[in-house]
């Protein structure tokens, strides 16, 4: 963190005062977005708690660079690099569960991404606020966010954000009840998935794979075995696939399927192994700074019902609702 901080400030592009208004360069746009990708690796690694003040302290600082002397060229990569800068400080922000902060920095990155006509930029934010909206259970406002993006998109879609949003849609589907609908969709994701060329893609597109994917398998069927146990062996099997899928930098979103791989255990009547796994998330989320992680922990207890006359089970669900005292 602190390196980080050294390099945005030796690159005049943090601190409690920002640097003398100067004319941009390519270079330094080129700085700013390797530092976004800095702070983007770590974030994935540890989680947003650590993260979301520095970042939107960067982020807010960048927001004035929009205000420096430029070539008529650069002034829609910069707005750009300002309008990721706020996603990610939006993006922190929900992790730390900070929901008014991470609005706040989503409004200002999609209006700058606007601004800088960058159709697919916009749709990333939107597909944040889609994130926060569903981490929030708000299912039915995500889904239309997430509706209205690939309209608006149309023929500027590529292959790796359509099967992103779609992927998205399919878990909100899922959790307002429409299966069907939401594994046809998943269906439609995979395709997309299949057709991608990492060449036609943008930067921004880089942390998706074939693990995101499978995650959002494993959260339409976990949705689907709430209702219909038959559904929870298929459930633990996209768990488990979507964790191996996932790359050694994805340590966050691991961590979140080895909470729904808990779950779907549950669900399947497997709680010896559902324990086991539990066990390995309790470590895992004390290591992490992420609320979000530790939200989705203690929300196992609605899916370990049927197996609280286990004592290691009731035993496990007393810790879940302790930590649910202390987070509150």
């Excluded at 509706?147 to 292959?159: E, F, M």
Aim: with cysteine.
């Amino acid at each position: 963190m602190a390196g980080i901080a050294a390099v945005a400030a030796g690159a005049g592009l943090l601190g409690g005062e920002v640097v003398q208004p100067r004319r941009i360069g390519t270079a330094d746009i080129a700085r700013l977005n390797a530092v976004l990708e800095l702070y983007r690796s770590v974030d994935r690694e540890t989680g947003g708690g650590l993260l979301y003040r520095e970042v939107a302290r960067f982020a807010d600082s960048v927001y004035r660079m929009l205000d420096w002397s430029q070539s008529a060229g650069l002034t829609p990569p910069l707005v750009a690099a300002v309008a990721t800068a706020r996603q990610l400080a939006g993006w922190t922000a929900l992790d730390a569960g900070r929901h008014g902060d991470a609005q706040r920095h989503f409004v200002a990155g999609e209006r700058a991404a606007l601004t800088a006509d960058n159709a697919l930029l916009v749709a990333m934010i939107r597909y944040a606020q889609a994130k926060q909206l569903q981490h929030l259970r708000h299912n039915r406002d995500a889904l239309a966010t997430l509706q209205l993006t690939c309209a608006q998109l149309g023929s500027q879609a590529t292959s790796a954000t359509k099967a992103l949003l779609w992927g998205a849609e399919a878990a909100s589907i899922a959790a307002l009840g429409d299966h069907q609908t939401a594994l046809k969709t998943l269906g439609k994701a995979s395709d997309q998935f299949e057709r991608i060329n990492k060449e036609r893609e943008p930067a921004s597109m880089g942390f998706y794979d074939r693990g995101e994917l499978f995650a959002q398998y494993g959260r339409v069927y976990r949705d689907m075995a709430r209702r219909d146990r038959r559904h929870a062996s298929e459930a633990v099997r996209w768990g488990r696939d979507s964790i191996a899928a996932f790359g050694a930098g994805h340590v966050r979103s691991t961590v979140l399927n080895e909470v729904g791989l808990c779950s779907a255990l549950f669900l399947a009547d497997e709680p010896e192994q559902a324990l086991a796994v539990g066990a390995r998330v309790l470590k895992q989320a004390k290591a992490m700074s992420s609320r979000r992680v530790i939200d989705r922990v203690v929300n196992l207890r609605r899916d370990l019902v049927r197996h609280r006359e286990i004592p290691e089970v009731a035993s496990f669900e007393r810790v879940l609702s302790a930590q649910a005292v202390m987070t509150a």
